[in-house]
């Protein structure tokens, strides 16, 4: 996006720590979600606190539509001039090192390796 390589410190906390922490907060939320279950704090004005209440039948089916329609059409992808402005900019491609090749788990012609599977084919023409 700048036309330099990110920081060694950016590549693997977007790499390995962004999701692991991402991954530890899902998992911690379905662990509260199986051992507290879900609902809400409720005020009650007589006793001058709240209660724990459950969701209404109503609250539990909008949240199940909700989940069935999309937020994002699935469209064909824009065409962007990467090419024309790598150009443009005279940006040249850096060589990948070893290390990172070793580190971020890539082939050495930039493709994703063993820790990153393959399995969403693009249509990238790089």
Do not use: Q
């Not at 036309?3 to 530890?24: F, H, Q, V």
């Not at 909008?62 to 962007?80: K, Q």
Request: glycine residues 8%; contains cysteine.
């Amino acid at each position: 996006m700048t036309g330099t390589r990110p920081g060694i410190y950016w590549l693997i906390c977007w790499k390995y720590l962004s999701p692991l922490a991402m991954l530890s907060i899902l998992i911690s939320s379905f662990v509260e979600l199986a051992t507290e279950g879900s609902g809400y704090d409720a005020w009650i004005k007589s006793i001058g606190d709240t209660e724990r209440k459950t969701w209404p039948v109503w609250a539990v089916l909008l949240v199940l539509v909700y989940f069935n329609v999309p937020i994002i059409d699935d469209e064909e992808r824009a065409w962007f001039p990467a090419e024309e402005l790598r150009d443009f900019h005279g940006i040249e491609p850096r060589p990948v090192s070893t290390t990172e090749t070793l580190l971020f788990c890539t082939r050495p012609d930039g493709s994703e390796g063993c820790c990153w599977p393959g399995c969403c084919d693009t249509d990238d023409e790089e």
